[in-house]
């Protein structure tokens, strides 16, 4: 008999111990099941940009990286959210962001009276300056010679970009036969090497990078317009646009805004 009771307590505490290594388990189970559950509901805030424009967004390797995409980064970091950059043609970005279809748009764009009919815009995060890229020694010295009312010279743009629209304004109606639009800047850059056009009017950044990697070409002393860049949202998109703007003012508050264009632009 006390054999018996025995063996019955012995089952007894190996089914407890079983039940208390199960209780366990599921608890673990359970925590990584709530972790991995927070992870999949963080938000997203997606970026539509145009990455062919570096230093601010360009590629690297199968990644976009950049100015524009560190800071956007920071922003998301700073929200909680997690970022998700889509790159499209640049004339797309305004529309998507209108829509709906994307969060933000972020590509080195510029503040403008048009562009403000069309969406709002965060604080500005950085200052540009659109240049103008010749060959070396083109007849193109300075900037009133592109302008000049008797000039023939061909000027290439991005399309939809600020220096499409500030060199369109400036050449009233010769603007038609004069200004050559490209879907990239790469493109319009490309152009001038094999002399389709005269000149290119782009933001200084990219140029130099440009200039650097095609020979023959340089930039002019003298810059078109300096500008400021801001991040677009859609015009019903107050809240976000508010919370972006307060990331965005830490982020310049403590250096981080500074030292991530510091890392891609040294001055000169």
């Known amino acids: 008999m006390k054999k018996f009771l025995a063996i019955v307590l012995v089952g007894a505490m190996i089914a407890s111990v079983a039940m208390l290594a199960g209780c366990g388990n ?71 962001v209108q829509t709906g279809k994307y969060d933000m748009g972020m590509a080195g764009m510029t503040v403008t009276d048009e562009r403000k009919e069309s969406v709002d815009f965060s604080d500005s995060y950085a200052t540009g300056i659109q240049s103008v890229i010749v060959k070396e020694g083109s007849e193109i010295t300075k900037v009133d010679d592109i302008l000049a009312k008797d000039a023939t010279y061909k000027i290439g743009v991005q399309l939809s970009t600020t220096g499409d629209i500030y060199v369109t304004d400036d050449l009233g109606d010769a603007a038609a036969e004069r200004v050559v639009e ?40 003298t810059e078109y317009v ?9 015009k019903n998109n107050t809240e976000l646009k508010d919370k972006v703007n307060a990331a965005l003012k830490d982020l310049i508050a403590d250096g981080t805004v500074k030292t991530i264009i510091d890392k891609y632009i040294t001055a000169n």
């Open 182 to 221: 490209y879907q990239t800047g790469n493109d319009a850059v490309s152009a001038l090497a094999s002399g389709k056009v005269d000149a290119v009017v782009i933001d200084n950044e990219p140029a130099k990078s440009y200039v650097a990697a095609t020979s023959g070409l340089k930039i002019l002393d």
């Open 26 to 96: 599921n608890s673990n189970n359970k925590s990584a099941s709530d972790t991995k559950a927070t992870e999949s509901a963080k938000a997203t805030l997606t970026m539509a940009t145009n990455a062919y424009f570096a230093p601010y967004e360009y590629y690297e390797g199968e990644n976009i990286v950049g100015i524009d995409v560190e800071i956007a980064k920071a922003i998301a970091d700073k929200l909680g959210m997690e970022l998700k950059v889509v790159d499209i043609e640049f004339d797309s970005i305004i529309t998507g």
């Open 226 to 234: 300096s500008e400021d860049y801001a991040i677009c949202f859609a």
